[in-house]
């Protein structure tokens, strides 16, 4: 474990931005390409006129420089699992990587790695840092030191967009992939009546999001585009899942729906931020990320999907309507494939929606309960559409936590949850409103969602508005929720 918490740290511990340090505090601020820095002789040795004897010659036109992401697995962490190694959904990885080495040195490539994951960082062990490293334009070394241990780690480029990285003696391996970040526009708008006119009139952000394909070198590949939780951060299930995604061969690409509008990891949208950014604000971005994608040279437009997960599971769903579609790409684009998790699904008065492929995934124990989306399935189906949904038994939100060893279901009482009686509708002119019998709340008669002076208030807050929903890792459900998703990739967008 010691081994892997020094490359974890040495990898991610530093601010964004901002070259690793020295055990002494002093800067690794380099500028050569290929080189060599060690620490305790302060001194840099440029490898393009010495050491050549050591020098790896490239073959390749392509070099090391790049933000590069994957998953790592060491040996010594396989004896806790009883064998084996990380598979889909089975939560069987020691930690995630992301750095970025780019003239001459390394950074890290999130501002909140090492993060708070079972398997990163013991703060109580002190810090990792880098005693020498050198970068070449096909491999990187890096010697660390973490009080008398040292380690020694190698990182191998076998593809444009992939590296082989191992740690003392292979003990530790790991497969990370290229990213790079991309740029577009989003009209967003705030609810879903205010596409009724159009988008342009809404206000403007620019979003970024990380594109990482896959190996192989085929002229253009499918890419599902991956949806964040109210939580803003792309953390670890992002991490296995983008993995699992890309070695079917289908690049990601993961969008930052938060920092557009000032939010982040430590001011999530769930941290009361709801009206700052909307499920129907994040439906344009990633329609807006739908239509930067059909000019990209390298995506099969006809093969994008997209996957969220509770939030982000909302805003996948939400880009299948025809109002909220239309008015942002032409009616001959589409997402081949949509896989929302454990999100609330609406009821309908009269729907129009996208014709392709829907799949829900679900627990039993759900925040909301599975009977809004099995009664939503089954009227969409009735009326052509192509609808499924898979609930697991026993499982609660966030079931799909990837860490093997990760909490058990139980409540949370700082967690919201609805009942079975909690309905959320949209009528054929797109106004939201609750119903249940010969009750009704019409949502949009209330500005920001404040409808407490409603004379039904009592009968919705009772439905609707309950803490202590229930939590945690259901790992039969992750390993076969990850399985069935795998097989939706092969059928839709392959």
């Known amino acids: 474990m010691k081994n892997l918490l020094i490359i974890l740290f040495l990898l991610f511990f530093p601010a964004q931005g901002h070259a690793l340090e020295c055990s002494d505090g002093s800067d690794l601020a380099i500028s050569s390409i290929d080189f060599e820095y060690n620490c305790d002789d302060n001194k840099i040795k440029d490898l393009k006129t010495s050491d050549k004897k050591n020098k790896t010659v490239p073959t390749h036109t392509f070099n090391i420089d790049g933000r590069w992401r994957g998953i790592v697995i060491c040996d010594q962490d396989k004896e806790k699992w009883g064998g084996g190694e990380y598979k889909l959904g089975n939560g069987k990885l020691s930690g995630k990587i992301d750095f970025t080495v780019s003239k001459g040195t390394i950074e890290v490539g999130n501002r909140d790695y090492p993060g708070k994951g079972r398997f990163w960082l013991d703060w109580s062990e002190g810090g990792h840092k880098i005693q020498s490293f050198k970068i070449y334009k096909q491999k990187i070394t890096i010697e660390s030191r973490s009080f008398d241990n040292t380690s020694n780690w190698e990182g191998n480029l076998t593809t444009n967009n992939t590296m082989d990285l191992t740690g003392d003696g292979r003990q530790c391996k790991g497969k990370l992939y290229r990213s790079e970040e991309i740029f577009f526009d989003s009209y967003s708008p705030k609810w879903i009546l205010d596409y009724v006119d159009g988008v342009e009139n809404d206000e403007k952000y620019t979003i970024s999001g990380l594109l990482t394909f896959p190996e192989g070198d085929q002229e253009k590949f499918p890419v599902m585009i991956m949806i964040v939780n109210s939580g803003c951060g792309y953390g670890h299930r992002e991490a296995t899942y983008g993995f699992d995604i890309k070695n079917q061969g289908v690049a990601t690409l993961e969008i930052d729906n938060c920092s557009p509008r000032g939010l982040s990891e430590n001011n999530p949208i769930a941290s009361g931020n709801y009206l700052k950014l909307t499920a129907w604000m994040g439906a344009a971005d990633a329609l807006h990320a739908l239509k930067f994608l059909q000019s990209h040279q390298k995506v099969d437009g006809d093969k994008v999907g997209i996957i969220g997960f509770s939030w982000g599971g909302q805003v996948a769903y939400f880009t299948g309507i025809d109002l909220v579609r239309k008015a942002i790409v032409s009616d001959d684009v589409d997402f081949a494939l949509r896989v929302p998790y454990y999100f609330f699904c609406r009821q309908f008065d009269n729907p129009k929606y996208s014709k392709n492929k829907l799949h829900i995934v679900q627990g039993e124990l759900d925040a909301v309960p599975p009977n809004h989306c099995i009664e939503m399935a089954n009227d969409f189906n009735n009326l052509g559409y192509d609808v499924s949904i898979d609930i697991y038994s026993g499982a609660a939100h966030n079931f799909d936590n990837p860490w093997w060893d990760s909490m058990s279901p139980a409540k949370d009482y700082s967690k919201w949850y609805v009942t079975d009686n909690c309905y959320y509708w949209i009528d ?47 790992d039969e459900a992750a390993k076969q929720s990850a399985v069935k998703l795998e097989g939706l990739i092969n059928q839709y967008l392959k």
Request: charged share 45%.
């Open 428 to 474: 054929e002119n797109y106004k939201r409103s609750w119903r249940l019998d010969d009750m009704r709340i019409e949502f949009d008669d209330y500005e920001g969602w404040n409808f407490r002076a409603d004379p039904l208030w009592k009968e919705y807050n009772k439905e609707c508005e309950n803490m202590g929903a229930v939590y945690g890792r259901d």
